[in-house]
């Protein structure tokens, strides 16, 4: 076998050159010299680029015979990709992101390293499936781990606060997200949301023929007469001179943008409107995004992966019209991105009713300090309570909450798991509550 010594983030693949040798690699590449005068060594600048590079001939460019698509944003990502799946045909289509990469056992990954996205691309392939929908993570984008795939569409959602503890910043988390966009070939397409304020910047670096949709721009696909509702929406798309009113079981403005990417990324690929407006009918949320729950008291729960700023804010406003009130339970987790816990705490103590501060995934950190982090944000006045265990917060939003409240539980959605420590301790929102019999 060839082994390829990339320096991670915890240890360096240099290190093991020799116990690799030893253990039949009949090649090695890497970024320096080592020690290995048994067997060639392959220099080369970037380990993680070679990679893929390497992964994408071994699996003989799998993406080349499949219609791909790659989705990248702060938010809507997950539910973007299983709605195109849906308008493209689910039994057609392949999705690799942060769900059906736990169906997978790839646990806290959105976008896998480049040999297993080349290895799914070639099972896909083999099984006779047509589409390839992945979600194109920045850090999957700058650790060049979709390089080598033969994307036919790109989509870009939104940019927002969020993993600035890999990117440093807001210029650097936009800069990995161009890199799906300035990679493009000619004739792939670059689906663009005109409505966020990158999206000029977005549209100068693609190089592919370039499609928007929007709400409140003018672009190639808009969503115009949008009636909202307490677990649906309904808008007009418009494109053209055509108009086709449709009804989704997905709440909230976000979810309009996200079927309008959907629907403009599946149209551009051949999916007559008529078709797409039906389909789009039968469209259910993601597990984890959204999910409707109620209480033994008759108190409506929703369980979601809101964890950026943005998106917990986007859950609450919608949240918000609905109910007498809105109890918010939430954390943020450890080792990243520590500037937006008290903006978050800010967040939801400026529109939830009652903030519960708990913990989601702690890692390395004592959850402690987290929970005080973000509640350093929450205004004061703001009524709010700090409860560690995270099952006991719950329980606590329970028996706060009245038959006409809304208990949105953010943060970690569809995860089977929370992280303490180096250990994936098994746990899920959703299941709790009911094997407490909690609710239902």
């Given at each position: 076998?060839?082994?390829?010594?990339?320096?991670?983030?915890?240890?360096?693949?240099?290190?093991?050159?020799?116990?690799?040798?030893?253990?039949?690699?009949?090649?090695v590449v890497a970024c320096e010299d080592a020690p290995c005068s048994s067997v060639p060594l392959l220099r080369v600048h970037d380990a993680r680029s070679a990679l893929a590079t390497l992964s994408a001939a071994f699996f003989s460019h799998p993406s080349r015979d499949l219609f791909t698509v790659g989705v990248t944003g702060t938010n809507g990502k997950t539910t973007v990709c299983h709605l195109i799946a849906h308008l493209l045909g689910d039994d057609e289509s392949v999705i690799v992101g942060t769900v059906s990469n736990e169906a997978r056992g790839l646990h806290a990954v959105t976008t896998p390293e480049s040999p297993i996205v080349q290895r799914i691309a070639s099972d896909a392939r083999a099984a006779g499936k047509k589409n390839l929908i992945l979600e194109a993570s920045s850090a999957g984008l700058a650790l060049h781990r979709v390089d080598n795939i033969d994307f036919d569409t790109a989509v870009f959602t939104n940019l927002t606060h969020d993993h600035y503890d890999f990117h440093s910043d807001r210029?650097?988390?936009?800069?990995?997200?161009?890199?799906?966009?300035?990679n493009l070939k000619p004739e792939a397409r670059a689906i663009i949301n005109a409505?966020?304020?990158?999206?000029?910047?977005?549209?100068?670096?693609?190089?592919?023929?370039?499609t928007t949709y929007a709400i409140a721009n003018k672009a190639t696909y808009r969503a115009t007469d949008i009636e909202h509702s307490?677990?649906?929406?309904?808008?007009?798309?418009?494109?053209?001179?055509?108009?086709?009113?449709?009804?989704?079981?997905?709440?909230?403005?976000?979810?309009?943008?996200?079927?309008?990417?959907?629907?403009?990324?599946?149209?551009?690929?051949?999916?007559?409107?008529?078709v797409i407006a039906s389909r789009l009918a039968t469209a259910r949320s993601v597990p984890g995004r959204y999910q409707f729950m109620r209480s033994a008291s008759g108190a409506r729960i929703v369980v979601d992966f809101a964890h950026s700023p943005d998106s917990l804010e986007k859950m609450l406003t919608s949240l918000r019209p609905y109910y007498e009130r809105v109890i918010c339970v939430f954390g943020c987790g450890g080792?990243?991105?520590?500037?937006?816990?008290?903006?978050?705490?800010?967040?939801?103590?400026?529109?939830a009713d009652i903030t519960i501060v708990t913990t989601d995934n702690p890692k390395g950190e004592d959850p402690r300090e987290i929970i005080d982090a973000i509640a350093a944000g929450i205004p004061a006045g703001s009524v709010h309570e700090r409860i560690v265990d995270r099952q006991r917060a719950i329980k606590r939003a329970i028996v706060l909450a009245g038959p006409s409240d809304v208990i949105l539980i953010a943060g970690k959605g569809h995860e089977p798991y929370q992280i303490v420590g180096h250990e994936f301790v098994p746990y899920n929102d959703a299941e709790f509550l009911r094997q407490a019999g909690l609710a239902e």
């Amino acid at each position: 076998y060839l082994f390829v010594a990339i320096k991670g983030f915890v240890a360096d693949g240099q290190r093991f050159i020799a116990d690799a040798v030893a253990r039949g690699a009949a090649a090695v590449v890497a970024c320096e010299d080592a020690p290995c005068s048994s067997v060639p060594l392959l220099r080369v600048h970037d380990a993680r680029s070679a990679l893929a590079t390497l992964s994408a001939a071994f699996f003989s460019h799998p993406s080349r015979d499949l219609f791909t698509v790659g989705v990248t944003g702060t938010n809507g990502k997950t539910t973007v990709c299983h709605l195109i799946a849906h308008l493209l045909g689910d039994d057609e289509s392949v999705i690799v992101g942060t769900v059906s990469n736990e169906a997978r056992g790839l646990h806290a990954v959105t976008t896998p390293e480049s040999p297993i996205v080349q290895r799914i691309a070639s099972d896909a392939r083999a099984a006779g499936k047509k589409n390839l929908i992945l979600e194109a993570s920045s850090a999957g984008l700058a650790l060049h781990r979709v390089d080598n795939i033969d994307f036919d569409t790109a989509v870009f959602t939104n940019l927002t606060h969020d993993h600035y503890d890999f990117h440093s910043d807001r210029g650097g988390y936009l800069r990995a997200k161009l890199l799906l966009f300035r990679n493009l070939k000619p004739e792939a397409r670059a689906i663009i949301n005109a409505d966020d304020p990158v999206a000029e910047q977005v549209i100068a670096a693609a190089r592919g023929m370039v499609t928007t949709y929007a709400i409140a721009n003018k672009a190639t696909y808009r969503a115009t007469d949008i009636e909202h509702s307490l677990e649906s929406t309904r808008f007009t798309i418009a494109h053209g001179k055509e108009r086709f009113s449709v009804s989704i079981a997905l709440p909230g403005e976000h979810n309009v943008y996200n079927a309008l990417a959907a629907t403009a990324a599946s149209a551009e690929a051949g999916i007559p409107l008529p078709v797409i407006a039906s389909r789009l009918a039968t469209a259910r949320s993601v597990p984890g995004r959204y999910q409707f729950m109620r209480s033994a008291s008759g108190a409506r729960i929703v369980v979601d992966f809101a964890h950026s700023p943005d998106s917990l804010e986007k859950m609450l406003t919608s949240l918000r019209p609905y109910y007498e009130r809105v109890i918010c339970v939430f954390g943020c987790g450890g080792e990243s991105d520590r500037d937006k816990r008290p903006i978050m705490g800010r967040i939801s103590g400026s529109l939830a009713d009652i903030t519960i501060v708990t913990t989601d995934n702690p890692k390395g950190e004592d959850p402690r300090e987290i929970i005080d982090a973000i509640a350093a944000g929450i205004p004061a006045g703001s009524v709010h309570e700090r409860i560690v265990d995270r099952q006991r917060a719950i329980k606590r939003a329970i028996v706060l909450a009245g038959p006409s409240d809304v208990i949105l539980i953010a943060g970690k959605g569809h995860e089977p798991y929370q992280i303490v420590g180096h250990e994936f301790v098994p746990y899920n929102d959703a299941e709790f509550l009911r094997q407490a019999g909690l609710a239902e």
